[in-house]
């Protein structure tokens, strides 16, 4: 499994990216995966910001980040977006997607075993 995060960058207070997760070696909505989205600021822990299933079943958010970010599955390009909206100074970090077998929510970044190579989000004006 293999999974290739892009679509980071430099965007302004109030702004709008979309992440893109483009996985190979599995086959989103038919194997059963959990792919979530995690990020890490500098000097603080690597945290779950939002997970779905593989078969876009319920999806978990962060609180932080609710009413904000949408996490989506488009299975025929094995791919899954994070759309992030009215971003905010404390949203920059490194952004990674990650995924398992099977499903779990994104408390514990170590229950992962596959992980992107991370994309930075930097909220700045």
């Known amino acids: 499994v293999q999974l290739q995060a892009s679509g980071g960058g430099l965007v302004q207070p109030g702004g709008s990216l979309r992440l893109s997760c483009v996985a190979s070696g599995l086959r989103l909505g038919l194997d059963h995966y959990t792919i979530g989205w995690f990020r890490q600021a500098p000097g603080k822990e690597r945290e779950g910001v939002s997970c779905i299933s593989s078969s876009a079943g319920t999806p978990y958010y962060t609180d932080s980040v609710k009413g904000r970010f949408t996490i989506s599955v488009e299975a025929a390009n094995n791919t899954v977006f994070l759309q992030m909206r009215t971003l905010k100074p404390e949203d920059t970090a490194v952004y990674y997607c990650?995924?398992?077998?099977?499903?779990?929510?994104?408390?514990?970044?170590?229950?992962?075993?596959?992980w992107g190579q991370g994309t930075l989000v930097t909220v700045s004006s």
């Open positions: 990650a995924t398992l077998e099977g499903w779990t929510d994104c408390s514990k970044a170590s229950d992962y075993d596959y």
